[in-house]
């Protein structure tokens, strides 16, 4: 089992689903962060946000990023999962899962991670608002004619 | 040479396409060539260039980076993920 994966997907991450920790490694920590799509976005309520990602630089730049936690932190796996598209608040844009020896290394790589992750990664986030309950989610990347159509 | 500048986020929100064609002076441009020349086609973006990079290949590239025919070219503005 690789001890590093990166995936981009469309759409919520399920966040219940397990991420396989693999038996040989020595791990003792474990630490899963969520990152979570919040109602209030610079002083605005809104009902979601849509990422668009730089597939191929973002997918780089998070394995590049989970690489240099692993020599960093001395940490066993990094997994690093990404939305695209049309998350909704309450729903989870990012998680992150760090497995080491000790429970502090894991911890720190997880703030480490994050930190370096919103410098630099290209991706992006725009805030929805939704019409109405009927409004249907968007499956990949939102279209700039439709980010017109958003209000600030 | 003629040079298609990927876009994304309030770059391409401003212009409203996902990438804008340059022509620079040189026929091998540098990255910081590439960012005046687009400087000059598309002065509205100008404001938000000073917090940019251009990407080459998917790779931060520095002023003096080499663009060669081919190469693929983005700008990164301010980035906002997790």
């Given amino acids: 089992m690789a001890r590093v994966t990166v995936s981009i997907t469309d759409g919520p991450i399920d966040c219940m ?17 969520l990152g979570v799509v919040r109602r209030q976005e610079q002083d605005k309520t809104i009902d979601g946000l849509s990422y668009q990602t730089y597939d191929p630089m973002a997918k780089r730049m998070l394995h590049a990023l989970a690489d240099e936690a692993l020599v960093l932190f001395e940490v066993e796996a990094v997994h ?13 844009s990012f998680r992150l899962m760090v497995a080491g020896v000790h429970r502090r ?12 992750m919103k410098e630099s990664a290209p991706i992006w986030k725009t805030p929805v608002f939704l019409e109405n309950n009927d409004t249907i989610r968007e499956p990949k990347s939102i279209a700039f004619h439709e980010m017109r159509e958003l209000k600030e | 040479m003629r040079i298609n500048v990927l876009l994304f986020g309030p770059l391409a929100q401003r212009l409203e396409r996902d990438s804008v064609s340059v022509q620079t002076p040189e026929e091998r441009p540098t990255a ?23 990407a080459v290949n998917h790779t931060f590239a520095h002023d003096q980076t080499p663009i060669n025919e081919g190469d693929e070219v983005a700008v990164i503005g301010l980035v906002s993920g997790g």
Avoid at chain 1, 18 to 30: E, K, L, M, N, R
Avoid at chain 1, 80 to 92: A, F, K, P, W, Y
């Fill in chain 2, 32 to 54: 910081a060539g590439v960012l005046t020349a687009l400087e000059h086609a598309e002065p509205s973006l100008i404001p938000l260039l000073s917090a940019c990079k251009l």
């Fill in chain 1, 80 to 92: 690093v999962e990404h939305s695209r598209g049309i998350v909704l608040v309450g729903e989870c």
């Fill in chain 1, 17 to 33: 689903s397990v991420i396989a920790v693999d038996p040989d490694i020595d791990a003792g920590a474990v630490i899963t962060f």
């Fill in chain 1, 105 to 116: 290394e894991a911890i720190d790589a997880v703030d480490w991670f994050i930190t370096r």
